[in-house]
């Protein structure tokens, strides 16, 4: 479990998607913050809570918000 104070927490996707292809490392190396890390939300579960994926240098990996 992943607890961010003041956003809320997070069960993690046990999947770890590496990054595919050329579009995806072009995304990455445009869009990364100064953490060398991309967070991307929208409801991937359908349960209506904010979900998260985070894309780091060679992977993604989903984060589900828990209530």
């Given at each position: 479990?992943?607890?961010l ?23 990455f190396n ?38």
């Amino acid at each position: 479990m992943l607890n961010l104070p003041g956003i809320g927490a997070f069960k993690p996707d046990f999947t770890v998607v590496p990054l595919e292809g050329q579009a995806d490392i072009m995304r990455f190396n445009r869009e990364r913050d100064e953490n060398g890390v991309i967070w991307e939300s929208g409801d991937y579960n359908g349960d209506g809570l904010n979900d998260v994926t985070m894309w780091t240098n060679d992977a993604k990996q989903v984060f589900y918000m828990v209530q």
